[in-house]
DNA sequence: ATTGTTGCAAAAATTTTGCATTATC
DNA sequence: GATAATGCAAAATTTTTGCAACAAT
């Protein structure tokens, strides 16, 4: 059986992905481990990312400001993007929807959902 | 009163997002256009939409293969983009959610709310 | 040894911007 | 003529990739 996060470097970014809940670009993931490991590049962290999210262990959140944003929550939940400050947070949501329904028996494959909202958070109020 | 759609470019650009049902990118539009108006540039493209976003006129919808989609149709609906040829579909739902609610009573102002499917699509099956 | 992983820098790709020119009122 | 809009090309940004070096088994 292949085994997962092979390299301690890998490791590593998956823990600072799993750890945080800010729901971070590739840059922060980066810049984040840079301190404790100089020895990292920044391709390294777009090529595990792009790994995690083949393997389904790391989800495309949103672009905020031209950067795409990630989350190692997998389990099913929405997300609310200030628009101010561009802060991502997770929000609990479940609800099947009939819209889904309706899609699945017009033929679509539907494989996952995704539901954001858009505002401005009660920090930057 | 300022008037909007001031310049024929603009008006151009405008009918093009709003005439087609395809969810367009920049390069989708510039291309669009570039046969009729040969004296047309990408980065007037990018201006115009733009503005359309400011101006509520235009909505974001998804990104795509790195390209940033867009939909003329503003009132409320969700969409299904095809995670293999990138098609992007309309779906109808306005659906109110708890969720929501909840983030209002959290104390965040929501704006708008997008809900995307991911999937394959008939075609793709 | 062989396969997988990384650093580095270059390249690719999308989007933005500066400035001179053109269009619109 | 004044303001707004555009073309063009350069610049900025994010993301990807080639390749040699390194790590792991």
Redesign the pocket.
Known sequence: MRRLN?????LA?YNVICSTDCHP???WVYDNLKDD?P??????V?????LFKEQGIVKYVA?V????RIDGRTDPHAHFVCNRCGRIYDVEDNEPTAAETALIGDGFNVESKSVTYYGVCDKCK
Not at 65 to 68: F, L, S, T
């Open positions: 092979f390299s301690s470097k890998r970014i670009s590739a840059r490991r020895d990292l590049s920044l391709g390294t777009y090529r595990n990312i792009s672009t400001d031209g950067e795409e």
